[in-house]
């Protein structure tokens, strides 16, 4: 399967811990996004990179989140002092010029 | 800034139904559009794009066309199926800032035998 993957899937943790996620995008897009929707809504843009570089952050990503692309390939997203309001299903895309590629999400909720 | 809308579901038709379901946005410049979507337990998947004014995408049956006079992107189905349910997103991506994309909030399509 070369589609966009992601792990883990489902994430349970208390408040105030720390998780990451990764992400492998689609091994020739040098574009990875990362999303977050919550129940009912569109997905919201978080940040993105071309190749390594981190080309724009949301307003929506508080200095809690961080997130790397550190050789230009896979991708970690990092949520420190979690908190309930972070629950959501976390998506990652890939892609090129005009067309980006999502992978499954990892759902995080946060008790 | 960047905004699409979507009307509102569920939107539960018969098997082999007419579907039309509406999205508009306010972007600036010329943005590209898309339709994308989620069926139960899956991620999400590109269904049809439109890059300018009066281009007509298309995929399974479905079709959307870039209406600039109007801001909208409609997405139309002459002939439904019950695999067809699922939840629909209109989106855009505006000029410059990396594509990014902008969704609506999303619309439950049920489909019934």
């Known amino acids: 399967d070369t589609g966009v993957s992601q792990n883990p899937r489902h994430k349970i943790t208390k408040r105030g811990q720390n998780v990451t996620f990764r992400c492998d995008p689609i091994?020739?897009?040098?574009?990875l996004y990362w999303y977050r929707q919550t129940l009912g809504q569109g997905p919201e843009f978080l940040t993105y990179?071309?190749?390594?570089?981190?080309?724009?952050k949301s307003r929506l990503l508080s200095d809690r989140f961080s997130a790397e692309r550190p050789k230009g390939s896979f991708s970690t997203l990092e949520i420190q002092r979690t908190e309930q309001g972070d629950s959501a299903m976390y998506l990652c895309a890939s892609g090129t010029y005009n067309e980006q590629f999502f992978g499954p999400g990892t759902r995080l909720t946060v008790l | 800034g960047d905004s699409v809308t979507q009307m509102e579901g569920p939107v539960t038709l018969s098997e082999e139904a007419f579907l039309t379901i509406n999205c508009t946005y306010t972007a600036t410049g010329y943005p590209s559009l898309f339709w994308y979507v989620q069926y139960p337990g899956e991620g999400l998947q590109l269904l049809l794009k439109?890059?300018?004014?009066?281009d007509k995408g298309s995929n399974k049956g479905f079709e959307a066309t870039y209406r600039k006079e109007t801001t909208s992107f409609h997405l139309e189905k002459g002939s439904v199926q019950v695999s067809d349910s699922a939840v629909y997103f209109c989106?855009?991506?505006?000029?410059?800032?990396?594509?990014?994309?902008?969704f609506g909030t999303g619309t439950q399509l049920k489909v019934e035998l």
């Open positions: 990179f071309q190749n390594e570089a981190q080309l724009e």
């Open positions: 989106a855009l991506s505006g000029p410059g800032g990396g594509n990014k994309l902008t």
């Open positions: 091994s020739e897009h040098n574009r």
């Open positions: 439109a890059t300018k004014a009066d």
